[in-house]
């Protein structure tokens, strides 16, 4: 589709900014899957030498099949590079993530990183962020969370999961919520009233990484590269 072509270009354009000896987080979802296909391409051809840092069940599987390296965080002081996607992006390249349930890890690695590299294909730029925000959370704290989150506003549900009866469950033994405010007015502010409620893990707001953020869209005349 013309989607996956524009996540492709995208995914293939971030796997450049990598070289020898670095250490690579690795996100989650479809579009880093074609950044992480591009470095077993470049494993294979250039005997490129680098360590992956994967941010979910499904990308450590995926990095087993494409025979990329892997470290844990207790291996390394920082990570050099973080590529991941992302499903909104605004003009100052705050993100809301989390359709896949992967954003606790991925906000972790995220900032155990030097630099992020975000890439999407062009539905996934907004003007603003609107949400839903994903948030995952403690079981036990589902009734308090669902009542702090009603005193807020807006519409809440449990992610129910396809195959599976009742929620989903994250790789962390949690559960999620998507959360729809009325509004985002102050990304940043919002991240922070939901992440101090009490149970929240984290939610998929990611307003704190900014400054050191590349976001590559897949256009159709060529990625184009926002950010540092
Ligand atoms: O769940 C996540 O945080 C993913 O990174 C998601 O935001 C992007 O997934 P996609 O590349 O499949 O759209």
């Known amino acids: 589709s013309l989607q996956d072509k524009a996540k492709q270009r995208a995914g293939f354009k971030a796997a450049e900014y990598i070289s020898n000896g670095m250490i690579v987080g690795l996100g989650t979802g479809s579009t880093v899957a074609f950044t992480m296909a591009r470095l077993k391409e470049r494993i294979s051809a250039e005997r490129l030498s680098i360590y992956g840092v994967p941010t979910s069940l499904q ?6 099949a494409l025979g990329i390296p892997l470290v844990g965080l ?3 002081q920082t990570i050099d590079i973080t590529i991941d996607g992302a499903d909104q992006i605004d003009s100052e390249l705050r993100l809301i993530k989390g359709r896949g349930a992967a954003h606790v890890r991925e906000r972790i690695i995220a900032d155990a990183s030097k630099r ?6 062009p539905s996934k730029l907004c003007a603003d962020l609107t ?6 959370i403690v079981p036990f704290s589902l009734p308090h969370v669902l009542n702090r989150l009603n005193q807020m506003g807006g519409t809440i549900q449990v992610r129910e999961g396809v195959k599976k009866d009742g929620p989903v469950i ?11 405010p009325i509004t985002i007015l102050d990304p940043m502010q919002l991240e922070t009233v939901i992440n101090m409620i009490p149970g929240v893990v984290c939610c998929g707001i990611f307003a704190e990484f900014t400054h050191k953020t590349t976001v590559i869209i897949g256009e ?3 990625p184009r590269i926002i950010g540092l």
């Open 59 to 64: 990308t450590m599987m995926r990095t087993g």
């Open 74 to 76: 207790e291996q390394v």
């Open 116 to 121: 992020i590299i975000i890439v999407a294909d």
């Open 131 to 136: 949400g839903p925000i994903p948030i995952e």
């Open 170 to 180: 994250s790789d962390n033994g949690n559960i999620i919520l998507d959360y729809q």
């Open 220 to 222: 159709e005349n060529g």
